[in-house]
């Protein structure tokens, strides 16, 4: 039966020494050994090789194994060899009698044991052994421990996929030379993105990407000469840390050029042609600079720049590029507020059926009255909404919101209302959910109710796009494809879609004399093919009515017939408007 520790000496340093356990089957050897240990070690003691064997399972801690070779049931060596699978790293002492030799070298040359005593062994004997184990085990330990801190000190401050400093070490490197810790002169941070055409080739399997990303380091690492630190940011994102006497202007562009035609290259890495482009945003780093991930988001929104311009050409982040990201924050916590707490408004813009004189329908519109900026556009809020995140609960709110005003609308004499819906949105997963609800609580018809997205579907997910279409359609709900003909348009996706509505772009109105009539007559044409209502949208003035007559168009929108105004509005404008009066 294995005995604690706490059995043999209550001491309260006890738990801080080293853990030795003693087996053997004689009892007397094992008081003995008690004695002469139990004031230097953690001891425990058993009887038997399987005692000893739950002892370690308890005391995986254990240093030193000391066992008597001859033993019932299982042998000291058969024990020694079992218990190195519980505590591979203790070490091991075997007391052998002088009718052992055989048993003892076989054991000796398995590996099974450290050294063995011979019994009877005196007490000085003991501790020396014992001590040498100790030692012996101490120096592994301290080995592995060494070996383990480098292993994590490579992991943290090496990207594993690239060979550069890792993101974390990049931030540790730059706050020590905020805090002026590296007296370097001036400095700046360049951040390279890696766009890699086609877009998808920087996600496909593991090692065509690592090769893709082992080229962009090599060639960022031809410039290591002229940088303090070159680590890898995020997937495709790459910093630069510099130190150079000369930050005008530019100097720091022509290196963020140089940077950028370094990783511009083509590669067949991924099993297809791909080319790489690099776009480059670069940040000077001055006194008042303390918090190196803010320079770092700095760089981000400096890189960004370039990609919103789309002109490739390194970008130096600017004061008024803070400030402008500063604006953008604030206008994002704001509008984040305005959905949660229903700050939103919706006004409506009525269709027209010049053929007949009656009214369509209406489209539904949100407009945003900040309390601080005044009036801020759709063409502001949406896009914030859907790069913040928040494009699906405003999309959420805003069906909410029509659903519940449609009824009193459909009394006021318009057959039904039209709703924007994102694409993001209509691929959510508690997107038919949210409209079933919406619909329900608001006691509305489906006929009452019309979806527009717009042709930006076509890029989608053609097969889950057309499921949940249909799944809109079969509740009665009407589609449209808004903006059609500005840029994805596909006859072949649009033909297998449940769509009954097309709505051109308003610019071809505008562009009429300059290419916009004949896209407005093929899609009349495709339609009447299709057997599709158009709307034409972005008819503001009698000339641009009188276009829509002369190709034929009869159902028109746009400020010559009524601006978007509150549901408020909506009677008196009906009633002033003759067009449309009963």
């Not at 000291?76 to 079992?82: I, K, N, P």
């Not at 809020?381 to 709110?397: C, H, M, N, R, T």
């Not at 009954?500 to 009349?524: H, N, P």
Request: charged share 25%; with cysteine.
């Amino acid at each position: 039966m294995a005995e604690t520790a706490q059995d043999l000496d209550r001491a309260p340093d006890v738990e801080s020494r080293p853990r030795i356990l003693c087996v053997d089957d004689e009892k007397q050897v094992l008081d003995g050994l008690a004695l002469q240990l139990r004031r230097r070690y953690t001891l425990g003691l058993a009887t038997s090789g399987a005692d000893g064997l739950a002892y370690l399972r308890e005391h995986p801690d254990t240093c030193v194994i000391i066992s008597d070779m001859r033993m019932p049931g299982m042998d000291g060596a058969s024990f020694l060899a079992a218990s190195r699978k519980i505590t591979p790293d203790a070490r091991r002492i075997l007391l052998t009698g002088h009718s052992d030799p055989a048993s003892t070298i076989a054991a000796i040359n398995d590996g099974q044991i450290c050294r063995f005593l011979s019994k009877p062994c005196d007490q000085k004997t003991l501790a020396e052994a014992i001590d040498a184990a100790l030692a012996d085990h101490g120096r592994e330990m301290q080995n592995r421990s060494e070996i383990r801190r480098l292993a994590v000190h490579e992991l943290t401050t090496r990207d594993r996929g690239s060979g550069l400093t890792s993101r974390e070490s990049l931030i540790q490197t730059l706050d020590l030379w905020l805090k002026g810790s590296h007296v370097e002169g001036p400095g700046a941070v360049y951040l390279v993105r890696a766009r890699a055409q086609p877009t998808f080739a920087l996600d496909l399997d593991s090692s065509s990407t690592d090769d893709l990303v082992g080229e962009i380091a090599a060639r960022l690492n031809a410039f290591k000469a002229s940088f303090h630190c070159i680590a890898r940011w995020d997937t495709q994102t790459f910093a630069l840390l510099e130190s150079a006497p000369d930050m005008t202007p530019d100097r720091l562009l022509r290196r963020g050029q140089e940077l950028s035609e370094a990783i511009s290259f083509s590669s067949e890495a991924t099993g297809l042609r791909v080319t790489v482009q690099a776009t480059v945003g670069i940040v000077v780093l001055t006194p008042d600079m303390t918090d190196a991930r803010a320079v770092m988001g700095n760089a981000e929104l400096a890189e960004l720049a370039v990609r919103d311009k789309d002109a490739g050409l390194p970008f130096l982040f600017t004061a008024e590029l803070g400030e402008a990201a500063a604006h953008r924050r604030a206008l994002v916590r704001s509008l984040r507020q305005a959905i949660m707490e229903d700050q939103l408004e919706l006004n409506y813009q009525p269709i027209i059926d010049i053929e007949c004189g009656r009214l369509h329908s209406v489209e539904a519109l949100a407009r945003w009255r900040h309390p601080q900026y005044g009036n801020v556009a759709p063409g502001t809020f949406i896009p914030l909404a859907e790069s913040a995140g928040l494009i699906v609960p405003f999309g959420e709110w805003a069906m909410r919101r029509v659903c519940k005003e449609a009824a009193s609308i459909v009394e006021k004499g318009f057959p039904r209302v039209a709703l924007n819906v994102s694409v993001i949105q209509l691929l959510d997963p508690e997107f038919l959910y949210g409209l079933y609800l919406a619909l329900d609580d608001a006691h509305l018809e489906p006929c009452a109710l019309e979806i527009e997205v717009t042709e930006s579907v076509f890029a989608q997910d053609m097969d889950r796009l057309l499921s949940i279409l249909l799944d809109v359609q079969k509740l009665g709900i009407h589609i449209a494809i808004d903006d059609f003909g500005a840029g994805y348009s596909s006859l072949t996706y649009l033909s297998r879609l449940p769509v009954s509505i097309v709505k051109t772009d308003g610019a071809f109105m505008r562009d009429f004399d300059t290419g916009g009539e004949a896209i407005i007559v093929a899609t009349l044409g495709m339609a009447e093919k299709f057997g599709l209502e158009t709307i034409i949208e972005g008819v503001e003035t009698a000339v641009m009515l009188e276009n829509a007559r002369k190709v034929g168009a009869s159902l028109v929108q746009g400020f010559y017939f009524a601006r978007p105004m509150p549901i408020g509005s909506l009677d008196g404008w009906r009633d002033a408007f003759p067009l449309v009066a009963d």
